[in-house]
């Protein structure tokens, strides 16, 4: 098709040519064009046009001085009269057009239902108006805008019809050009980023129908930075120009490859038959990316990296496919370049929920939902209470009363570790100023996250925070941190912990024995007190090798000369164990729960230590006698289990966890170790019949709950706590006729 100038140097030509011969127009009878008029033309009426003849003057010469083109036709649609600008637009002359019809321009590129449309239009509205695309004489298409009206006479019949026609051709071809802008890029003329979200979203929809599988590709440029600071941006963007090409010629022609800009492209693979295709087509695509490229005798050598997610597997719209596309892009990247990444679905489920829980957590804070509970740490040996430990809850408006696990451990290093830890210290000690006034003296220690322990102004604050309260000795405050913290820059923390401790406040170190730390590290680390870690209170009377970690523990902190704290005692008999091995003090709920500020001082007054620790003191119990010990913590462990079960109403919690009556951990130390060792004591001799229906009872209350009896179910619960009960007072007797007999025998050995 020749260029848009040509053709108008062409079609001027031909109207000057036109100019000599072509006066008015023959349609309004004046003037001539080649000797015909008025009277030559007999489909006029004169008595229709009721115009004196200047005014017919003034109408044939806008009608033949017209920009825009204009056909006359008779009611069959025969052609009666063109003016200038219709030939100039189609090529054609007035006599090779006059007497046909006007498909004599006709294209083919419109259905007969458009003409069907255009004739429906005219006979019931009187004109259409719209977009044809036409073909000029010469064979070119061109698009013209053209309205058509139908003119009646005095009795509403149809005499003729009259078109104009304005070419719009160049502004389609501009328009085009704009709306091929709009959605493709300009440099490589690959679909851009708008264009792309389209085709993702045909793609998902093709997909749904026929149980295909999508990749959404995200492919980022590892060197192209240095190439174009070297050889500059005209190498630069041919590169990109070589890169796009390489990329399209390597994929099938129903996937896209678009570029979303700099050295950033996307990739669409639809109609996949499995996972495994896309990665082996990226493959491929990384191969052919990483060959040489030679531009204006410079050799280029790139790599790329590719992150993608698949769908099905990744719900989303086009965005957000892409985006998790761009995420395992990065993550390629930081695995090393020049690799091909899938998006981890689970791990973004993860990200996602902890920024949202992160919101809420900052939310809940700004909102004063958190709150201090205390627990109690006693001395068992002298029978007294030593301290507290402030223990953060949050009073969640829909959730209740929530622990720090259910909370915090998720929130890692983030920054508002900082504001709770300070939040904490700050409430303890405004809290500790009021339990003085009260007259209640007591350490309290405060847990903080190790990032809050690094922080640059961590001690600076903390002097700040102490001065508030200038009654509260720094002596009385106490910081736990978890051993595991601690370890990951011993130097550092040492620093500060001996900063801190200038200032009077001292140190323990929390879940002391899970940590791995070597006895350098604790030599060097300067804290006071190491809380032994709940597990190994647990384990202690469940086996030698339990008894003998913990014993160890206890007798490394003595070698450095700190305090010991044994952490989640759930049972009274753990605190006999405890004693034997010299570590007097202990927190739990064999001790106290954590309580509320306000409920402290009234606990404190009531406190009483159990008599079994101090009757323990008197004759110690013999490693041997230990088992007994690990009897007793399982009955009651059983009691609080039964609980459970009724109030869940599981009767599994009970039928699926008991064995038989001699195979439980109980029958196997009551029926071996206990027999041979206690079968003298009278004492013992009961022990057998009170088990066996404190036994019979669990099983009972489980067999009512399977059937769903609830009267049934109350009422052997009530036996099973009777026979329960009576069976602790059973092991109390023997363990009390142990001790009278020691003391008759005194042990050799413990």
């Not at 609830?710 to 069976?727: F, I």
Request: glycine share 6%; charged share 25%.
């Amino acid at each position: 098709m020749p260029d848009r100038e040509n053709q108008r140097s062409k079609l001027d030509d031909q109207d000057d040519l036109y100019a000599d011969s072509w006066t008015d127009s023959t349609i309004f009878g004046i003037g001539s064009y080649r000797g015909s008029t008025f009277l030559d033309n007999p489909d006029l009426d004169l008595a229709e046009l009721p115009m004196d003849e200047s005014r017919l003057r003034l109408a044939a010469s806008v009608f033949s001085k017209a920009h825009d083109g204009i056909m006359i036709t008779d009611h069959q649609g025969r052609i009666l009269d063109v003016n200038r600008a219709y030939s100039r637009l189609t090529g054609y002359s007035p006599e090779e057009v006059i007497g046909r019809h006007p498909n004599v321009l006709k294209s083919g590129m419109h259905t007969p239902e458009f003409y069907a449309g255009m004739w429906r239009a005219l006979e019931e509205f009187g004109v259409w108006r719209g977009e044809v695309i036409n073909r000029r004489k010469n064979g070119d298409l061109f698009t013209e805008l053209a309205s058509i009206s139908a003119v009646r006479d005095a009795s509403g019949e149809i005499t003729h019809y009259v078109a104009t026609y304005t070419d719009i051709s160049a502004l389609k071809e501009s328009q085009q050009k704009l709306e091929h802008l709009a959605y493709h890029d300009a440099l490589t003329g690959l679909p851009n980023r708008v264009l792309l979200g389209d085709r993702i979203q045909q793609a998902l929809a093709q997909a749904k129908r026929n149980k295909d599988v999508v990749a959404v590709c995200f492919l980022d440029l590892d060197d192209f930075k240095p190439v174009n600071d070297t050889y500059g941006h005209q190498v630069g963007d041919r590169l990109l120009i070589e890169v796009a090409k390489r990329l399209k010629d390597s994929m099938r022609e129903a996937d896209t490859v678009a570029r979303l800009g700099g050295d950033e492209f996307a990739l669409l693979l639809g109609a996949l038959e499995s996972t495994h295709e896309a990665r082996e087509v990226l493959g491929r695509l990384l191969m052919r990316i990483s060959q040489p490229y030679s531009i204006d005798r410079c050799v280029a050598r790139i790599s790329a990296s590719i992150g993608y997610t698949l769908v099905p597997g990744d719900d989303g719209d086009p965005d957000t496919l892409l985006r998790h596309a761009d995420q395992a892009m990065y993550q390629a990247k930081q695995g090393g370049r020049n690799r091909i990444q899938l998006f981890d679905i689970q791990q973004d489920l993860r990200t996602r929920s902890l920024r949202e829980h992160l919101v809420r957590i900052k939310k809940a804070f700004a909102d004063e939902e958190f709150c201090l509970y205390y627990q109690p740490k006693v001395d068992m040996r002298r029978g007294k209470v030593v301290g507290l430990e402030a223990l953060i809850r949050w009073k969640h408006p829909d959730e209740g009363l929530l622990l720090p696990a259910d909370f915090l451990f998720e929130l890692s290093n983030d920054p508002v570790l900082v504001d709770i830890g300070e939040w904490a210290i700050r409430t303890a000690l405004k809290q500790m100023s009021l339990w003085q006034q009260a007259g209640l003296l007591l350490p309290v220690s405060v847990n903080i996250a190790g990032s809050h322990l690094l922080h640059p102004e961590f001690v600076h604050r903390l002097a700040g925070m102490l001065s508030e309260f200038p009654a509260v000795e720094p002596q009385f405050l106490e910081l736990e941190i978890l051993e595991a913290a601690a370890l990951e820059d011993v130097n550092l923390v040492s620093r500060v912990i001996s900063r801190c401790r200038d200032l009077g406040v001292e140190f323990a170190l929390d879940d002391f024995g899970t940590g791995y730390s070597s006895l350098l590290y604790l030599k060097r680390l300067p804290a006071k007190t190491l809380k032994i870690d709940q597990s190994f209170v647990r384990e202690m009377l469940e086996s030698h090798e339990g008894a003998d970690a913990f014993s160890g523990i206890v007798g490394l902190a003595s070698a450095f000369k700190r305090q010991v704290v044994a952490e989640g005692m759930e049972f009274v008999e753990q605190g006999i164990v405890l004693l034997r091995f010299k570590c007097d003090i202990a927190q739990g709920y064999a001790i106290s729960r954590p309580i509320q500020a306000d409920e402290v001082l009234a606990w404190v007054d009531a406190y009483r230590p159990d008599p079994a620790w101090r009757a323990s003191l008197v004759i110690p119990w013999r490693r041997s006698d230990f088992p007994m010990l690990v009897a007793e913590v399982e009955q009651r462990r059983w009691l609080r289990m039964v609980e459970i079960a009724v109030e869940r109403e599981d009767a599994g919690l009970l039928l699926n966890r008991i064995g038989k009556l001699h195979e439980t951990s109980f029958g196997h130390w009551l029926f071996g170790i206990a027999a041979a060792r206690y079968s003298s004591l009278p004492e013992f001799s009961q022990i057998s019949g009170l088990y066996e229906k404190a036994y019979a009872a669990v099983i009972d209350v489980g067999n009512c709950i399977s059937e769903r009896d609830k009267e049934g179910t109350v009422a052997r619960l009530q036996a099973q706590r009777k026979h329960s009960a009576k069976l602790i007072d059973g092991l109390m007797a023997l363990r009390r006729a142990i001790a009278d007999y020691l003391k008759k025998q005194p042990p050799t050995a413990l």
